[in-house]
């Protein structure tokens, strides 16, 4: 059996792959077959996942998805710096819907 990503493209061993459930993402070091579906086990972590949940990605395409995800962190470090951490979320002054 053929593994395939989620558009059907081919993957095989040493392909890069983003699970779309996480956005995790990783090199392909083993593949196997079972209960009539692929399995693929990544770099990324000790874990297989379904090859119909991933998709193919290229190298280069990793390295943009990294660097866009430490940006992200750090927008989300410089709010917290920018609201702070010691406001008070536990009065009751604002009534919510419903």
């Known amino acids: ?14 392909s890069y792959v983003i699970y779309n459930g996480t956005g995790t993402i990783g090199k ?10 692929v399995w693929v086990k ?7 996942y379904n090859s119909i949940y991933l998709q193919a ?3 280069i395409e990793e390295k943009k998805l ?7 962190d750090g927008k989300i470090k410089k709010s917290h710096k920018i609201v702070g951490d010691d406001i008070d979320m536990s009065s009751e002054l604002c009534d919510g819907g419903g």
Do not use: P
């Open 57 to 59: 990605i290229d190298k």
């Open 28 to 37: 392909i070091l083993e593949l196997k077959t079972q209960d009539k579906s």
């Open 42 to 48: 990544t770099d990324a972590n000790d874990l297989w």
């Open 66 to 72: 990294k660097r866009k995800s430490e940006d992200i």
């Open 1 to 14: 059996m053929e593994a395939v990503d989620s558009n059907g493209k081919s993957i095989g061993k040493d």
